[in-house]
């Protein structure tokens, strides 16, 4: 019965750890089929080809930004406070325009019926390289005049800040009003991130956050899948007056934010704007939204812009760009748990300014609160231990008589207080803290090159000398020595091996998840051996009393 309690707590726990989202896929929200996509929505059939010219580069403290000139696309970021995952030497790139990977920021104007106000935009800067000096260092892309209209593209990079500023000037030089709309895109390709392997999958895709629909996944699947079937668009809220609506992968993102933090309007003006998430002829993904413009008076001119953020996933960051963004931290359905969970990790790191520590202090923290569910269980574990001996004799005496053994086997722990059960209930209790837990620390971008002690250097990569992988592969050795022995020896052995068959895969962890799981093993060994004692000792006063 132990055994077998304890393999299906373990089998369980990595089930829901490994394959949550896969067993239980997010519902459909009902209410949006009744949303119908208007004409003008979906944007024109015409897709802008991606081909690059002349690169415009920006260099800042936090950026390297590559500018297609022609296009005034972002074709290329490189985070300069952050490496590659796969090659900790190298940079990371969130945005890029390879043969092997696409991931782009682009603009474009609009009519009012949907299609590119020009066929072409060729932009020009006045020179092919800026460098952050200041505050700020703004980049102006203008073109040619066409039929009257004026247009020029201008983004704005700050010190410090994964935000970028994206403005058109345009000037009416004609005799009647412009009418126009706005459209900004994320394009991406549908390949996983960097360095993605099987322990540390996460969604990567399209986003958006809006009041009415809430935040929203919507998977590369399901996109496909409106594609063949020739639908406009996939299940989604597709209009909204504020929020914001881009790509997400483990750790970074990449958002159009319509109303910033403490602003008090959004891009959307009076009007509504419509979230356009798809996929194009060209295989990419599209992630963006339409933004309904005032019309421009004869002979006048105006200005209309956005934000794009565009780099980490960091809490202290992203909850001062625009509301609701922390929630792109998705835990999915454990965010009941891993929301609460993080908040104290981040807490305990402003005390003490190391995540590693922070991490240690948290798992402590969480230990304290379930004592007393942890507590019942391992008393009740304790006393099926103690009684080990008592129960063969029961079952070497009796073992032809099954209802005879079940009677005396029950009269014995009636005797002794002890519910053969009472360890089950406490540990499924804690399953979804632990796996809240485990996506809190997973889904933090706090821990990548975060430096705990001495050969620590990155809590977000695997431990480099693989000692604390193999310090928790011992400690669940050792707790199966404080454990209920299995009355089969086949089963004996196999609770020796499976501690450390169970713990390979912590090999591959990042050593953030290792050192919450080693501190929380030494906490339960602990625990574990001083319950045991305790109870031994009482159990056997008792029995001596008896005789």
Known sequence: MDFKRLLMFFALAMLILLGWEKLFPAPKNEQHNAVQQTPSAANTQTENKLSVTTPITVTTDTVKAVIDEKSGDLRQLILNQYNATSDASKPFVLFDDSKTHQYIAQSVLLNRQGDYLFKDLNFTAPQKQYTLNGDKVEVRLTAPEQEGIQVSKVYTFSKGSYEIGMRYDVVNHTKTPLQLDAAYRILRDGEDPDGSGYFDHTYTGPVLYTPEGKFEKVSFKDLDSDYKSGRNRADYQ??????????????????????????????????????????????????????????????????????????????????????????????????????????????????????????????????????????????????????????????????????????????????????????????????????????????????????????????????????????????????????????????????????????????????????????????????????????????????????
Not at 249 to 258: D, E, G, K, S, V
Not at 338 to 347: A, D, T
Not at 352 to 371: C, E, P, Q, R, Y
Not at 443 to 469: F, H, K, M, N
Request: glycine letters at 6%; a positive charge.
């Open 238 to 547: 597709s209009k909204t007056h504020t929020g914001w609506v881009g790509m997400t992968q483990h750790y970074f993102m990449a958002t159009w934010i319509l109303q910033p933090k403490n602003a008090a309007d959004s891009v959307c003006g009076k009007g509504e704007c419509l979230i356009d998430i798809r996929k194009r002829s060209d295989g990419l993904y599209s992630s963006g939204v339409r933004v309904p413009l005032a019309d421009v008076a004869p002979e006048g001119q105006t200005q209309f812009g956005i934000n794009l953020y565009a780099g980490p996933q960091e809490y202290s960051i992203i909850t001062q760009v625009a509301d609701h963004l922390q929630m792109i931290k998705d835990y999915g359905k454990v965010s009941l748990f891993s929301s609460p969970l993080f908040w104290l990790l981040n807490w305990w790191h402003s005390v003490v300014h190391n995540w590693g520590w922070a991490i240690i202090l948290l798992t402590l923290t969480v230990k304290a609160i379930l004592f007393p569910l942890t507590n019942a269980s391992y008393k009740s574990m304790a006393k099926m231990r103690a009684v080990a001996p008592r129960l063969q004799a029961l079952k070497d005496q009796y073992g032809d008589d099954r209802m005879r053994l079940q009677q005396e086997m029950m009269a014995m722990y009636k005797k002794e207080k002890i519910n053969p059960l009472g360890g089950c209930l406490p540990m499924l209790l804690q399953i979804p803290v632990f796996i809240g837990l485990y996506w809190a620390l997973f889904a933090s971008v706090e821990l990548r090159q975060a430096p705990w002690i001495g050969w620590i250097t990155d809590l977000a990569r695997q431990d480099p000398y693989y000692i604390l992988p193999s310090l928790m592969a011992v400690t669940m050795y050792l707790q199966t020595f404080l454990n209920p022995p299995p009355a089969d020896p086949l089963q004996a052995k196999m609770m020796k091996i499976m501690p450390v068959a169970f713990s390979v895969m912590f090999f591959f962890f990042p050593a953030g998840l290792v050192l919450y799981w080693l501190t929380n093993n030494i906490l339960t060994l602990a625990q574990q051996y001083f319950i045991n004692k305790h109870l031994e000792k009482k159990l056997k006063q008792h029995h001596r009393l008896d005789v």
